[in-house]
């Protein structure tokens, strides 16, 4: 699928851009999952808002809070950040138009949406998402762990998820100490040979 995706402050969305992401919000989490909620919050101004176009329409959407304004805490976030910072950002709101699913386009959001997140607030901070719970298996498979147990919100069982910073572990390289000895033990070896060669041939030519 080929599409366009593209991040914005609130204040760089245009009122077309805002009319369809609430439309877009409101039809995935309101009136397909048939949830009566308080969809649009106080976040919205502070979040990054990325988009997927087709064509110049709508078809996927998710926020990106800033670790400043997330309220999501980790309690292994110590584990994974300084002590002295241990904030994260958080992944929102994450919808697929249902005309537009089940050709990985989901995958391709939340990949565009971790990548923004590095590329911003740093490679070294974790991400939180609270996933819902029948798309636990979609995001372990993005590198996202769950963290505690299952809870209600909004009447519709979610999971804390983090996807934790992968530590480089760093490869010893083998000492060259003990190969430049062996070097040097059959170089000597070598050259007694040779020695003892020269040695015979001249004692058979006498």
């Known amino acids: 699928m080929t599409c366009n995706f593209s991040v914005k402050t ?10 369809h992401i609430l439309k877009a919000r409101s039809q995935v989490f309101v009136v397909e999952q048939n949830c009566a909620y308080q969809d649009m919050d106080e976040l919205d101004f502070d979040c990054l808002h990325l988009i997927a176009h087709q064509n110049e329409t709508l078809i996927a959407y998710c926020r990106i809070i800033p ?7 980790s309690n292994l976030s110590v584990a994974d950040a300084a002590p002295s910072d241990t904030s994260m950002s958080a992944i ?17 959001m939340m990949n565009h949406a971790i990548a923004h ?12 998402i ?9 995001y372990q498979s993005l590198g996202f762990v769950p963290e505690g147990e299952h809870y209600l919100e909004d009447n519709i069982e979610h999971v804390k998820m983090v996807l934790h910073v992968v530590k480089k572990v760093k490869v010893k390289k083998e000492s060259t100490s003990s190969t430049s000895t062996t070097s040097k ?3 000597f070896l070598l050259l007694i040979m040779s020695a003892l060669f020269v040695l015979g041939l001249l004692y058979l030519m006498t």
């Open 117 to 128: 997140c590095r590329k911003k607030y740093g490679k070294k901070r974790p991400i939180i």
């Open 67 to 73: 670790p400043e304004f997330n309220k999501l805490k």
């Open 130 to 138: 609270s996933a819902q719970a029948y798309l636990l298996d979609f």
């Open 185 to 187: 033990i059959l170089s």
């Open 10 to 19: 609130f204040d760089e969305l245009t009122s077309v851009d805002l009319y």
């Open 92 to 108: 929102g709101r994450v919808l697929v138009l249902a005309e537009h699913r089940g050709g990985g386009l989901a995958r391709d």
